[in-house]
């Protein structure tokens, strides 16, 4: 099983729309939560943490449940400039501390 | 920009050579860490320098090793290649205050390595 798991996508929304990623993960130890970005070809940059009182950073709200270990990146008004991958990124636990690990990404597509 | 720089940004090489990339931290960090992401997938943890010792491995062959220096800049090297080593190889750096914390990681740019 892997540690993180997201649906791919992709989704393909209009401008203004609003967009709901989720993901889950498997191991209940882990720390730190984090979404990451990724533009086409691009290296990974990070969007924001995690907490578990759930944050919110502009149009970007993000909640965790450690109860059903789920991470969730909700985007408002979805500008053109947010078609990207997002990464759901799960810090390792334990002995597996400073180790990130990342879903396969959500490709999200904003058209005009 | 993260201030984190990766080299070079693209390589050939044919399956059975050696390749080493490179990784220069970001000012002030300690720790780098070496990432491999295949297309479509998200980076898989290969394994993390903290002040020049292995600090954690991935589930990589041994083929995959590497080294980081005092000044904390950071070599990944892997021999024998094989096509499936085909992958944007990522560093990222981080500062914590011990070897294990959780501190953000700061990927740099990326070497894109083509195995044919």
């Known amino acids: 099983r892997k540690e993180v798991e997201q649906d791919p996508g992709p989704f393909n929304v209009p401008e203004g729309a609003t967009v709901a990623f989720n993901c889950t993960y498997s191991n209940s130890a882990s720390q730190s939560f984090f979404w990451y970005r990724q533009d086409c070809r691009k290296e990974p940059k990070l969007l924001m943490s995690v907490y578990s009182s759930g944050n919110e950073d502009g149009r970007f709200t993000a909640q965790l449940n450690r109860a059903s270990q789920y991470i969730s990146l909700l985007i408002r008004d979805s500008k053109l400039s947010d078609s990207a991958t997002y990464l759901c990124v799960v810090n390792g636990p334990g002995s597996t501390l400073g180790r990130l690990y990342f879903g396969r990404g959500t490709q999200l597509t904003v058209w005009p | 920009e993260t201030g984190v720089t990766q080299s070079p940004t693209h390589l050939i090489k044919t399956r059975g050579q050696q390749v080493t990339l490179r990784c220069s931290s970001q000012s002030g960090h300690n720790t780098v860490s070496w990432y491999q992401q295949a297309l479509g997938q998200g980076p898989q943890f290969i394994f993390q320098?903290?002040?020049?010792?292995?600090?954690g491995r991935g589930n990589f062959p041994p083929r995959f090793s590497g080294l980081q220096f005092p000044n904390y800049s950071s070599e990944l090297n892997v021999n024998a290649l094989e096509l499936d080593d085909s992958a944007l190889y990522l560093c990222?750096?981080?500062?914590?205050?011990?070897?294990?914390?959780?501190?953000?990681?700061?990927f740099g740019p990326g070497t894109r390595l083509t195995v044919l």
């Open positions: 320098y903290y002040r020049e010792e292995e600090n």
């Open positions: 990222a750096s981080s500062s914590p205050l011990t070897g294990t914390s959780t501190d953000t990681q700061y």
